[in-house]
């Protein structure tokens, strides 16, 4: 037992993502971080998780996150990890999880605190912790096709069609629509990464008014079809913008999945709005001037879509088959900035904008952009903006 408490101890430590150990009667031994038991999976979830006869197995919740289960074999012991999120907790989505939690009033801010810092995870990256903590527990080498996924189905609370006959209630619900002049001034905000007119539109008349063509008699099911309609223009508008095609395709997979586990129209209204909000907010960050060269649109853009490697001088040369030293004079030359310090720039505005939209640790945000380690981010930060990165997040969520 001991062995197993410091083996998922090291494990919590690295990846930050919560862990459990387990009796095979649902009975908590251990928990890393310690935390309220508010906090804890439900016990439908671990239900869930516990008609799975496989060594590993992970359950999908309606709010589209992940928990697993590893067994440990010859043992009545499991371990759990989760939640694993793979987009930022909005406040509604939190309100949703209070109430299926049965969260006391008081309770309520330790719960939020609690998910708000839970780091990101896509499922690819939560499976391969599962098959980490396996190989650690169990000894045993395990590939992706092994995991089980335990399928609960999520059932959609069907709307009364009476919503399409009172045209007053369809206003207020505050439907998304796609009128052209409407839509044409809410995506060239997307395209242009203008984060404040994007947010005034949304307190414009003109949102309030928007209107939609009927594609079901079903309204739960038309708002989705809408919100899926909605998240395919904004991708295609923030790719225009400058947004990396992959970043926008995978976040509009992830919405839409997320989209999908939801049962109430003002959740749906709700993300759809905070999906724009976040387009919006990366398309800014990876914005090239439209009046650049192609010389230089080639290389910034290639170290937008690089942004996350250990991106060096020569590895742009070497991708555009130039010299590095030619490459270097003539981007100082018509740039004004040396290419290394560039880069090392557009790392840190990265780093800004994941201090700041999630809840990833410093030493985590500067492990994904390549920094020798922490401390060199740290101190690249500081001389940059004169500001600490720790000091930097605390000012963005007072």
């Given at each position: 037992m001991?062995d197993?408490?410091?083996s998922c101890?090291?494990i919590y430590?690295?990846v930050?993502?919560?862990?459990?150990?387990?009796s095979?009667t649902m009975?908590l031994i251990?928990?890393f971080?310690?935390?309220?038991?508010?906090t804890h999976p439900?016990?439908k979830?671990l239900?869930d998780?516990?008609?799975?006869?496989?060594?590993?197995?992970?359950i999908?919740?309606?709010?589209?996150t992940?928990?697993?289960?590893?067994q440990?074999?010859?043992?009545?012991l499991?371990?759990v990890?989760g939640?694993?999120?793979?987009?930022?907790y909005?406040?509604?989505?939190?309100l949703?999880?209070?109430?299926?939690y049965?969260i006391?009033?008081s309770?309520?801010?330790i719960?939020?605190l609690?998910f708000?810092?839970?780091p990101q995870?896509d499922i690819?990256?939560?499976i391969?912790i599962m098959?980490?903590?396996?190989?650690?527990?169990n000894?045993?080498?395990l590939a992706?096709s092994?995991?089980?996924?335990?399928?609960?189905?999520v059932?959609?609370?069907?709307?009364n069609e009476n919503y399409?006959?009172?045209?007053?209630?369809y206003?207020e619900e505050?439907?998304?629509?796609?009128n052209?002049e409407?839509e044409?001034?809410?995506?060239h905000?997307?395209e242009?990464?203008n984060v404040?007119?994007?947010?005034?539109?949304?307190e414009?008349?003109?949102y309030?008014?928007?209107?939609?063509?009927?594609t079901?008699?079903?309204?739960?099911?038309q708002k989705?079809n809408?919100f899926i309609?909605?998240?395919?223009l904004?991708?295609?508008?923030?790719?225009?913008?400058?947004l990396?095609?992959i970043?926008a395709?995978?976040?509009?997979e992830l919405?839409?999945?997320?989209?999908e586990?939801?049962?109430?129209?003002?959740?749906?209204?709700s993300?759809?709005v905070?999906a724009?909000?976040?387009?919006?907010r990366?398309?800014?960050n990876?914005?090239i001037?439209s009046?650049?060269?192609?010389f230089l649109?080639?290389?910034?853009?290639y170290?937008?879509?690089n942004i996350?490697?250990?991106?060096?001088v020569?590895?742009?040369a070497?991708?555009m088959?130039?010299n590095r030293s030619?490459l270097?004079?003539?981007?100082?030359?018509e740039?004004?900035?040396?290419l290394?310090?560039?880069i090392?720039?557009?790392?840190l505005?990265?780093?800004?904008?994941?201090l700041?939209?999630?809840?990833?640790?410093?030493?985590?945000?500067s492990?994904l952009l390549?920094?020798?380690?922490?401390?060199?981010?740290q101190n690249a930060?500081?001389?940059?903006y004169?500001?600490?990165p720790?000091s930097y997040r605390?000012s963005?969520s007072?």
């Amino acid at each position: 037992m001991t062995d197993i408490k410091k083996s998922c101890e090291y494990i919590y430590n690295s990846v930050h993502l919560p862990i459990y150990i387990y009796s095979n009667t649902m009975k908590l031994i251990s928990s890393f971080p310690e935390q309220d038991t508010c906090t804890h999976p439900t016990h439908k979830y671990l239900g869930d998780l516990w008609h799975s006869t496989e060594l590993i197995s992970y359950i999908e919740t309606d709010y589209y996150t992940y928990y697993g289960c590893v067994q440990v074999k010859n043992s009545e012991l499991c371990i759990v990890l989760g939640p694993a999120n793979p987009l930022p907790y909005t406040k509604q989505t939190l309100l949703s999880m209070q109430k299926d939690y049965m969260i006391e009033s008081s309770k309520a801010e330790i719960f939020n605190l609690f998910f708000y810092m839970v780091p990101q995870q896509d499922i690819d990256t939560f499976i391969s912790i599962m098959l980490l903590t396996n190989f650690l527990i169990n000894h045993t080498k395990l590939a992706k096709s092994d995991v089980s996924h335990c399928s609960n189905t999520v059932s959609d609370s069907y709307i009364n069609e009476n919503y399409y006959k009172n045209t007053e209630m369809y206003f207020e619900e505050k439907t998304f629509n796609f009128n052209y002049e409407i839509e044409k001034e809410l995506f060239h905000y997307i395209e242009s990464g203008n984060v404040n007119k994007l947010q005034e539109f949304y307190e414009s008349a003109a949102y309030w008014n928007y209107e939609i063509g009927i594609t079901t008699n079903n309204y739960l099911r038309q708002k989705k079809n809408g919100f899926i309609i909605g998240i395919a223009l904004t991708s295609r508008s923030a790719i225009k913008g400058g947004l990396p095609p992959i970043t926008a395709y995978q976040l509009s997979e992830l919405y839409i999945k997320q989209m999908e586990k939801l049962t109430e129209i003002i959740a749906i209204d709700s993300l759809l709005v905070h999906a724009t909000h976040d387009f919006t907010r990366r398309t800014a960050n990876s914005k090239i001037p439209s009046n650049i060269n192609k010389f230089l649109y080639k290389i910034i853009k290639y170290i937008n879509e690089n942004i996350y490697k250990n991106l060096t001088v020569s590895d742009i040369a070497s991708s555009m088959d130039f010299n590095r030293s030619y490459l270097s004079h003539k981007f100082k030359t018509e740039f004004g900035m040396e290419l290394g310090k560039y880069i090392l720039l557009c790392k840190l505005e990265e780093g800004k904008n994941l201090l700041e939209y999630t809840n990833k640790s410093i030493s985590q945000i500067s492990n994904l952009l390549s920094f020798s380690n922490q401390s060199h981010f740290q101190n690249a930060f500081k001389r940059q903006y004169k500001i600490t990165p720790q000091s930097y997040r605390n000012s963005k969520s007072s």
